[in-house]
T-cell receptor, first 113, second 110 residues
């Protein structure tokens, strides 16, 4: 079946602009995660959804970052007033529930100029 | 903050040789997972080992877990050029998130 998809695959934006990143998880997966990966580094956890609720937002780096999930499906990560340090690959993952292995999307490469 | 630290940071071997990567972590865990990442994009889940397991096999992969030392190792036997990738360990504690290590870059040369 279809895996996790993310869009856009690449996004170049000017400093100060807002961006929206989209994640379509595997159908039926109740858990959804967002991670950030800076060049040459490991993954940083951002936020976790169980259904449409986000019980763990502890990784969001600032109030410029927000995310929502609707219909226990699609999730959107929004970054307001982007800064150059926001440049990274943003990865989304989903799993059947929080105890299972996670399936990752291909990521969105965000470049803030 | 990073929970796991992989060792070595980079590894270069010849095709056919075995590759061993190690992961150390700091807090108690429910399970530990290994992932592979090609070209800095999506990760692929390789294997999950639970805290009450000591060793697990999957194809050419062998994972060990020593909870007393808070460490795990991933062994790839008879490596192939296609195994060239970055490998990450990730730990799940009592919470909801996976905490990833810094990764080992493996290069398998022909």
């Amino acid at each position: 079946g279809a895996g996790v998809s993310q869009s856009p695959s690449n996004k170049v934006t000017e400093k100060g602009k807002d961006v929206e990143l989209r994640c379509d998880p595997i159908s039926g997966h109740t858990a959804l995660y967002w991670y950030r990966q800076r060049l040459g580094q490991g993954l940083e956890f951002l936020i976790y959804f169980q259904g449409n609720s986000a019980p763990d937002k502890s990784g969001l780096p600032s109030d410029r970052f927000s995310a929502e999930r609707t219909g226990e499906s699609v999730s959107t990560l929004t970054i307001q007033r982007t800064q150059q340090e926001d440049s990274a690959v943003y990865l989304c993952a989903s799993s059947l529930d929080r105890t299972n292995e996670q399936y990752f999307g291909p990521g969105t490469r965000l470049t803030v100029t | 903050s990073q929970q796991g630290e992989e060792d070595p940071q980079a590894l270069s071997i010849q095709e056919g040789e075995n590759a061993t990567m190690n992961c150390s972590y700091k807090t108690s865990i429910n399970n530990l997972q290994w992932y592979r990442q090609n070209s800095g994009r999506g990760l692929v889940h390789l294997i999950l080992i639970r805290s009450n397991e000591r060793e697990k096999h999957s194809g050419r992969l062998r994972v060990t877990l020593d909870t007393s030392k808070k460490s795990s190792s991933l062994l790839i036997t008879a490596s192939r050029a296609a195994d060239t990738a970055s490998y990450f360990c990730a730990t799940r504690g009592g919470g909801n998130k996976l905490t990833f290590g810094t990764g080992t870059q493996l290069k398998v040369e022909l």
